[in-house]
Protein backbone atom coordinates (compact mmCIF):
# COMPACT_ATOMS: atom_id res chain seq x y z
CA UNK A 1 0.00 0.00 0.00
CA UNK A 2 3.01 2.34 1.11
CA UNK A 3 4.39 1.60 -2.54
CA UNK A 4 1.19 1.95 -4.50
CA UNK A 5 0.38 5.25 -2.92
CA UNK A 6 3.91 6.86 -3.79
CA UNK A 7 3.94 5.75 -7.12
CA UNK A 8 0.74 7.66 -7.45
CA UNK A 9 1.78 11.06 -5.59
CA UNK A 10 5.34 10.66 -7.17
CA UNK A 11 3.87 10.37 -11.08
CA UNK A 12 1.51 13.48 -10.18
CA UNK A 13 4.62 15.37 -8.55
CA UNK A 14 7.18 14.51 -11.49
CA UNK A 15 4.25 15.14 -15.03
CA UNK A 16 2.33 18.04 -13.15
CA UNK A 17 4.79 20.08 -11.83
CA UNK A 18 8.16 21.91 -11.73
CA UNK A 19 10.44 21.19 -8.63
CA UNK A 20 13.34 23.11 -7.60
CA UNK A 21 16.43 21.05 -7.10
CA UNK A 22 15.42 20.40 -3.12
CA UNK A 23 12.42 19.15 -3.91
CA UNK A 24 13.35 16.77 -6.51
CA UNK A 25 16.33 15.93 -4.34
CA UNK A 26 13.65 15.15 -1.15
CA UNK A 27 11.27 13.27 -3.74
CA UNK A 28 14.02 11.07 -4.77
CA UNK A 29 15.34 10.11 -1.52
CA UNK A 30 11.89 9.04 -0.64
CA UNK A 31 11.67 6.75 -4.02
CA UNK A 32 14.32 5.03 -3.01
CA UNK A 33 12.81 4.26 0.93
CA UNK A 34 9.67 3.17 -0.85
CA UNK A 35 11.58 1.26 -3.43
CA UNK A 36 13.45 -0.43 -0.30
CA UNK A 37 10.88 -1.07 1.88
CA UNK A 38 8.81 -2.73 -1.31
CA UNK A 39 11.73 -5.23 -2.29
CA UNK A 40 12.05 -6.17 1.38
CA UNK A 41 9.07 -6.85 1.57
CA UNK A 42 8.91 -9.31 -1.52
CA UNK A 43 12.10 -10.72 -0.26
CA UNK A 44 10.58 -11.25 3.02
CA UNK A 45 7.65 -12.99 1.23
CA UNK A 46 9.60 -15.30 -0.77
CA UNK A 47 12.02 -16.66 2.24
CA UNK A 48 9.10 -17.32 4.10
CA UNK A 49 7.38 -19.24 1.42
CA UNK A 50 11.05 -21.53 0.80
CA UNK A 51 11.06 -21.75 4.17
CA UNK A 52 7.67 -23.19 3.98
CA UNK A 53 8.63 -25.38 1.74
CA UNK A 54 11.98 -26.69 3.41
CA UNK A 55 10.41 -26.97 6.84
CA UNK A 56 6.54 -27.88 6.99
CA UNK A 57 6.37 -27.87 10.17
CA UNK A 58 8.25 -24.65 10.13
CA UNK A 59 11.63 -23.79 12.17
CA UNK A 60 12.22 -25.33 15.36
CA UNK A 61 11.73 -22.04 17.56
CA UNK A 62 11.56 -21.91 21.48
CA UNK A 63 8.86 -20.54 23.43
CA UNK A 64 10.19 -16.46 23.30
CA UNK A 65 10.57 -17.10 19.34
CA UNK A 66 14.24 -17.49 18.96
CA UNK A 67 15.91 -20.41 16.80
CA UNK A 68 16.36 -24.14 18.69
CA UNK A 69 20.23 -24.58 19.03
CA UNK A 70 19.13 -28.29 17.62
CA UNK A 71 18.69 -26.15 14.21
CA UNK A 72 19.86 -27.30 11.09
CA UNK A 73 22.83 -25.02 9.42
CA UNK A 74 20.15 -24.19 6.39
CA UNK A 75 17.22 -23.54 9.37
CA UNK A 76 19.86 -21.19 10.82
CA UNK A 77 20.34 -18.85 7.33
CA UNK A 78 16.60 -19.04 6.86
CA UNK A 79 16.09 -17.90 10.31
CA UNK A 80 18.93 -15.17 10.01
CA UNK A 81 17.75 -14.07 6.91
CA UNK A 82 14.19 -13.56 7.48
CA UNK A 83 15.14 -11.63 10.47
CA UNK A 84 17.33 -9.34 8.56
CA UNK A 85 14.42 -8.55 6.33
CA UNK A 86 11.78 -7.56 8.56
CA UNK A 87 14.11 -5.03 10.16
CA UNK A 88 15.39 -3.63 6.97
CA UNK A 89 11.45 -3.79 6.01
CA UNK A 90 10.42 -1.97 8.67
CA UNK A 91 13.37 0.78 8.31
CA UNK A 92 12.48 1.50 4.86
CA UNK A 93 8.87 1.82 6.19
CA UNK A 94 9.66 4.20 8.94
CA UNK A 95 12.20 6.04 6.22
CA UNK A 96 9.92 6.26 4.25
CA UNK A 97 6.78 7.54 6.56
CA UNK A 98 9.22 10.00 8.28
CA UNK A 99 10.37 11.31 5.10
CA UNK A 100 7.06 12.60 4.07
CA UNK A 101 7.05 15.66 6.14
CA UNK A 102 10.21 16.86 4.38
CA UNK A 103 8.66 15.91 1.10
CA UNK A 104 5.86 18.30 1.94
CA UNK A 105 7.57 20.98 3.26
CA UNK A 106 9.85 21.11 0.17
CA UNK A 107 6.87 21.24 -2.18
CA UNK A 108 5.18 24.15 -0.43
CA UNK A 109 7.88 26.06 -0.77
CA UNK A 110 8.49 24.68 -4.64
CA UNK A 111 4.98 25.83 -5.25
CA UNK A 112 4.39 28.88 -3.03
CA UNK A 113 7.90 30.69 -1.63
CA UNK A 114 5.58 33.15 0.14
CA UNK A 115 4.61 34.53 3.80
CA UNK A 116 2.48 31.60 4.69
CA UNK A 117 5.07 29.16 4.18
CA UNK A 118 7.53 30.87 5.95
CA UNK A 119 5.07 30.92 9.18
CA UNK A 120 5.57 26.91 8.99
CA UNK A 121 9.38 26.88 8.59
Request: charged residues 20%; positive net charge; contains cysteine.
Amino acid sequence: MLAGGWLIEQHTLRTQRHLDQATDDAVRLKDLAVIGSALTNIATIAAGRLVKREFPQGLPLDAEGNLTSDASRRGKRYYRCLTVMKMLNRAFAAGAIGLTPRVNFTILRSYRPGTIFRLFT
